[in-house]
């Protein structure tokens, strides 16, 4: 990549960053920090949602459809389920990334 083609500013920044002297090498390494960053924030909040139901979100699936959980198609609780399975969606997501930075 061209220094010149990327924000002056951020060309700095990753540079100080990561310690780098290249764009090159500095990018990747601001990238993997930051795809680990979202990784822990989401398995963080991944955590809350298991806290609060106490169980993976493979059982929440379950017992919504076996009468575990009451009231499974209340708004609070389908809310719940599409936020949990995006979190865990994107935690994939980031970590594919991860692995195409590696």
């Known amino acids: 990549m061209k220094e010149e083609t990327l924000y ?7 540079k100080l960053m990561t310690r780098k002297s290249s764009v090159d090498s500095a990018l990747p390494l601001a990238m993997k ?10 398995q963080v909040q991944v955590k809350e949602f298991e806290k609060k139901y ?3 979100f493979e059982k929440y699936e379950t017992a919504c459809l076996d009468g575990q959980i009451k009231d499974p198609y209340s708004y609070e609780v389908e809310k719940d389920g599409w936020e949990w399975e ?3 969606t994107e935690i994939e997501d980031f970590e594919e990334m ?3 930075l590696a």
């Open 86 to 88: 995006a979190l865990i």
């Open 54 to 56: 106490g169980m993976t």
């Open 8 to 14: 002056k500013p951020a060309n700095q920044i990753l």
């Open 98 to 100: 991860s692995q195409w």
């Open 33 to 42: 920090d930051w795809l680990r960053l979202k990784i822990w924030e989401r």
